[in-house]
């Protein structure tokens, strides 16, 4: 559509106006506007420096989007391709030309670019509705929750959380086994396996247990109370056993290499050597 034109579409004595429609026929449309900048207002007048033309783009189409274009030639080839703009299916939106610039449209920011990159830097969007695919690739999100409705995965390279964090399902931590893994306050675990992992092997704190097995040797160090324990082998060395509250013991042998104390005794065979 040359605005520059007097014969407008080929008609003589016909300017093109700045109103364009687009039909609801299903068919994807571009739409050329060419010389904006020298647009003629009357036959034979065309707006000048200081001049701006108001154009209106409406899209009655429900299925398909209006691509509209501002060229310095009839051409509009990449090299005089001033303004490339998609107007959305159903949607209207209104532009501005400059009188002796480039040929240019101008159109809102907060309406649909067709450019591969926008940005509203500098800008705040009070409400951005509901966006049902986004990609996020930088920035911050604060004070937000994220999946609060319909929750989904996550993957981070940093997790911090100031408050309690509850984990639903199977829960994985590190992903080979020279991942570090530290957790500073107090953990509460209420079920569950904790396998190949040692506990306490830098700080060690208190624990307590209904069953505890240990497939090899197990060091207790400081004062230990068992309340029932069945010792089946192994050795008892420099320990006093009974020392505080004595109990009935059997054995196969029995050596004293000190003084020993018998309140009674039944010798039921043997021999007393040297004494």
Do not use: W
């Not at 003589?12 to 026929?25: E, I, R, Y």
């Not at 783009?57 to 005089?80: G, Q």
């Not at 695919?133 to 609060?148: E, K, L, P, R, W």
């Not at 029995?254 to 005794?265: D, E, M, N, P, R």
């Amino acid at each position: 559509m040359d605005m520059s034109s007097d014969s407008c579409r080929g008609v003589a004595g016909q300017l093109c106006t700045g109103c364009f429609l687009a039909d609801n026929d299903g068919i994807a449309k571009t739409l050329q506007v060419v010389l904006c900048s020298t647009a003629k207002y009357k036959t034979g007048s065309a707006i000048t420096s200081g001049i701006m033309q108001e154009y209106n783009f409406i899209n009655s189409d429900l299925a398909v989007d209006l691509t509209v274009k501002a060229c310095s030639t009839s051409a509009c080839t990449s090299t005089d391709l001033q303004t490339t703009y998609t107007v959305a299916a159903g949607e209207s939106v209104t532009a501005y030309c400059y009188g002796g610039a480039t040929n240019a449209l101008h159109f809102p920011m907060m309406a649909k670019p067709s450019a591969s990159t926008y940005t509203f830097a500098g800008k705040t969007i009070t409400d951005l509705g509901s966006v049902t695919t986004a990609d996020i690739n930088g920035g911050t999100i604060d004070s937000t929750a994220v999946g609060a409705n319909m929750p989904s995965t996550g993957k981070f390279t940093t997790l911090d959380a100031i408050g309690a964090v509850t984990f639903g399902g199977a829960v994985t931590l590190g992903s080979i086994s020279t991942d570090v893994i530290t957790i500073t306050g107090l953990v509460g675990i209420a079920q569950g396996n904790i396998n190949g992992a040692a506990v306490g092997a830098s700080a060690r704190s208190t624990g307590a247990f209904t069953t505890l097995a240990a497939d090899n040797a197990v060091t207790f160090t400081g004062t230990s109370t068992l309340t029932t324990v069945a010792i089946n082998g192994g050795a008892i060395i420099g320990t006093s056993i009974g020392a505080s509250s004595p109990s009935s013991g059997a054995f196969t042998s029995l050596a004293a290499t000190g003084t020993s104390t018998l309140t009674t005794v039944a010798i039921n065979g043997g021999a007393i050597v040297g004494t």
